[in-house]
């Protein structure tokens, strides 16, 4: 175990890095919660999953709300990446491969949202169907785990998440990626 003033001078430049971060010049207003966590991380410590702790949030009413909160969150994700990929290789094998699908996946997704949409436009309409299955392929066979755990066929509405994230979620990712340096919350009219 590390002396009691190591620990301090560790607590103190986390803390001191926490409450001044900045992302290109700009004071970064959200995602401190991930920011926290890769300033812990990179200082060499680890985090816990701990699954009975409970919080309270204010969560999106509406889904204007929703896609401001997954602004927030795509923004941060992205931002937060460039702490992360320093130590990322110092630490456990499944953070290294949630990390990269976390970063890949989406896309990877949006390139074939894209390409499939811009083939049925120009080749063939009838494709937009084979591309619709294909999303309610996926989203089942990703349910599909849920459903099994837990004996609830109400995991079947993620079929539509499948949707509804093609649709809306993949074109804010792209706004997320082109407007991290604007820290507006969103959601709030005070920061």
């Not at 699954?51 to 709300?65: D, L, Y």
Request: glycine residues 4%; hydrophobic residues 50%.
């Amino acid at each position: 175990m590390a002396p009691a003033h190591l620990l301090d001078l560790a607590s103190a430049v986390v803390w001191n890095d926490y409450i001044r971060q900045t992302f290109r010049g700009v004071s970064c207003t959200y995602g401190d919660d991930r920011h926290l966590t890769n300033l812990i991380l990179s200082a060499g410590s680890d985090t816990l999953f701990v699954p009975g702790a409970k919080a309270i949030t204010n969560a999106p009413e509406s889904v204007r709300g929703y896609l401001k909160q997954q602004l927030r969150w795509n923004k941060s994700f992205y931002r937060e990446l460039l702490w992360t990929v320093p130590f990322l290789f110092t630490r456990s094998r499944y953070m290294v491969f949630d990390v990269i699908v976390q970063t890949i996946l989406p896309l990877v997704l949006t390139l074939a949202v894209a390409s499939s949409l811009a083939f049925a436009v120009l080749f063939d309409a009838h494709r937009i169907l084979h591309y619709l299955l294909a999303i309610t392929v996926m989203a089942l066979v990703r349910c599909s785990y849920a459903i099994y755990r837990t004996r609830r066929p109400s995991f079947l509405l993620f079929v539509l998440y499948g949707f509804l994230h093609a649709a809306l979620l993949i074109p804010l990712r792209i706004r997320a990626l082109t407007t991290l340096t604007d820290n507006r919350w969103g959601t709030r009219t005070a920061v």
